[in-house]
């Protein structure tokens, strides 16, 4: 198993223009989730996934969204990036909800000038 | 507010001590309390979890205990080695029973050989 990947692992955008980040997991997972964490800062939820075709809202959902459309896929989509999206980007999975460990992709390193 | 803190400063003890770690939490009511280890320039790695009717729980050198009248855990490292040194985070399920986790910022440990 290759657990959860994502792609690219290193971004540089220009304010304004968008870009999609890919999360794959292989573990059957039905809970997707995806973090920020900035420097020094704990993760941050932005949006997560209790199956395909559904999505909710995190912490901090502006200026994000999400799709759903197989178990193992949940791409982040940034529109129109602005510097304070400036952060390392994790998705992570579980096999079901709060009693269970989550597992975390390599990250998305992302700057935006 | 709700709030989830760890000791933002470095905690650097002697190989072969005992590592403390502490994660405190005001205004949430969690079911249950993860621990998870992350290294530079990498995903988090869940280490263990504690459910709210649980005092105490070990695995290999690690124990978890959780206090829900302190809101507190502890997480403690026994016969510590350099290969410990990370930082380690701490999350609660903010909703009791949910799956959307709160993490909090995270303690920097390094072990001195």
Known sequence: NAGVTQTPKFRILKIGQSMTLQCTQDMNHNYMYWYRQDPGMGLKLIYYSVGAGITDKGEVPNGYNVSRSTTEDFPLRLELAAPSQTSVYFCASSYSGSHNEQFFGPGTRLTVL | ?113
């Open chain 2, 1 to 113: 507010s709700q709030k989830i803190e760890q000791n933002s400063e470095a905690l650097n003890i002697q190989e072969g001590k005992t590592a403390t770690l502490t994660c405190n939490y005001t205004n949430y009511s969690p079911a249950y309390l993860q621990w998870y280890r992350q290294d530079p320039g990498r995903g988090p790695v869940f280490l263990l979890l504690i459910r709210e009717n649980e005092k105490e729980k070990r695995k290999e050198r690690l124990k978890v205990t959780f206090d829900t009248t302190l809101k507190q855990s502890l997480f403690h490292i026994t016969a510590s080695q350099p290969a410990d040194s990370a930082t380690y985070l701490c999350a609660l399920d903010s909703t009791s029973g949910t799956y959307k986790y709160i993490f909090g910022t995270g303690t920097r440990l390094k072990v001195l050989a």
